[in-house]
């Protein structure tokens, strides 16, 4: 069985920084991408960043340049530095990973950001 752990997240000022972590554990022979994303109260949820076992990298148009992801292929880690972060921000991020030959996709618990302007 496979499980993600989330930790980081909290309130911190616009303009502040904060890290977001995320680990999997259990059988996976694989992983194909790991990320995150947000939903926002009454807004869809939507992507923040992912990256792939390759090390390639997408990122919202709305964080780029403020954001940044990056990945531990040993520890099966993910990982997001947010920085200037503005109120727009506050959301539940759930972390995801997608692993396996079937490509299977498994969702963290979520972990809330709260920016206060």
């Known amino acids: 069985q496979v499980q993600l752990v989330e930790s980081g997240g909290g309130l911190v000022q616009a303009g502040g920084s904060l890290r977001l972590s995320c680990a999997a554990s259990?059988?996976?022979?694989?992983?194909?991408?790991m990320g995150w994303y947000r939903q926002a109260p009454g807004k869809q949820r939507e992507l923040v960043a992912e990256?792939?076992?390759?090390?390639?990298?997408n990122y919202a148009d709305s964080v780029k340049g403020r954001f940044t992801i990056s990945r531990d292929n040993a520890k099966n880690t993910v990982t997001l530095q947010m920085g200037r972060l503005k109120p727009e921000d506050t959301a539940v991020h759930y972390c995801?990973?997608?692993?396996?030959?079937?490509?299977?996709?498994?969702w963290g618990q979520g972990t809330q950001v709260t920016v206060s302007s």
């Open positions: 995801y990973v997608n692993y396996g030959i079937w490509y299977r996709h498994l």
């Open positions: 990256i792939t076992s390759g090390g390639s990298t």
């Open positions: 259990g059988s996976i022979s694989r992983i194909n991408a």
